[in-house]
């Protein structure tokens, strides 16, 4: 069983930049791939990035691609997500994610765990 526990939302304007960060139980950090995806208001939850099991691959969304960094510190069971050049429709509840498997995904039914998401707002 893993836990999650994301945490550096906050309300920020257009082009600034915010860093997420979830912190993960257990001892075998490691050997999960590691997912955001976010969710905004009437809409489905979606992929935002992914990171493989050392840090040395990672995956974007086309939406984000550019301006939002995934990486990953196993020492620290932790997982970040920095966000820059932030869009009103970057708004939404931010969620970190881990896989058991060994090949990073964009799809969400294959992550196990999830955290309880933190909020985003860019304000225009």
């Known amino acids: 069983q893993v836990q999650l526990v994301e945490s550096g939302g906050g309300l920020v304007q257009a082009g600034g930049s915010l860093r997420l960060s979830c912190v993960a139980s257990?001892?075998?950090?490691?050997?999960?791939?590691m997912g955001w995806f976010r969710q905004a208001p009437g809409k489905e939850r979606e992929f935002v990035a992914a990171?493989?099991?050392?840090?040395?691959?990672?995956y974007y969304a086309d939406s984000v691609k550019g301006r939002f960094t995934i990486s990953r510190d196993n020492a620290k069971n932790t997982v970040y997500l920095q966000m820059n050049s932030l869009k009103p429709e970057d708004t939404a509840v931010y969620y970190c994610a881990a896989d058991r498997s060994p090949v990073a995904t964009m799809f969400r039914s294959e992550y196990d765990y999830w955290g309880q998401g933190t909020q985003v707002s860019v304000s225009s």
């Open positions: 257990g001892r075998t950090f490691s050997r999960y791939v």
């Open positions: 990171v493989s099991w050392s840090g040395g691959s990672t």
